[in-house]
């Protein structure tokens, strides 16, 4: 009996505006593994087939900065949907690079995306019956970091 090979449907695309990271520096005591860095989110919007709305302002990426080269990455912001419903989203992921494109990612400047491995594992929670599909699914997607914004692509696996 053969398993099943997982499936990509695409779920929808997210910009998420940032403002400029705050450096709280290197992390000490039991567990440390790096530097944190806290990155506010200011707004954006959500557009797929099935959600469309607006990322609303307050959320924030608390990143682990382990090396010069990848950060550990734990988004949690709210989206607002057109029907007026809410979605609570976590978002981990892995960004890495060479030292050279994430200096100047960290500086503000533009970094082709292809250079970047950028992947990430979206949770959500619903307080909609009809969103509960968000809930019981896997998702993963990829992403992008840009001076002012994060761009990502969700796909729910299948």
Known sequence: MALPTPSLEFAC????????PLEAGAITGLNSR??????????GSVSGPQMQGRVLPG?????????D???DLDARYLLQLDGGEHVFVQNRALRRGSAADIAKLVRGEPVDPAAIYFRCVPTFEVSSP???????????????R????????FFRVG
């Not at 790096?34 to 707004?43: A, E, M, Q, V």
């Not at 009809?130 to 992008?144: D, M, N, Y």
């Not at 840009?146 to 692509?153: C, K, L, S, Y």
């Open 13 to 20: 695309d997210l910009v998420v505006h940032v403002a400029p």
């Open 34 to 43: 790096g530097r944190r860095r806290i990155i506010p989110i200011t707004g």
């Open 59 to 67: 959320g924030a990426d608390f990143q682990l900065v382990v090396s």
């Open 69 to 71: 080269t990848c950060a």
């Open 130 to 144: 009809a969103l509960a599909w968000l809930t019981e699914s896997v998702f993963i997607g990829t992403g992008a």
């Open 146 to 153: 840009f001076p002012d914004r994060v761009e990502m692509r």
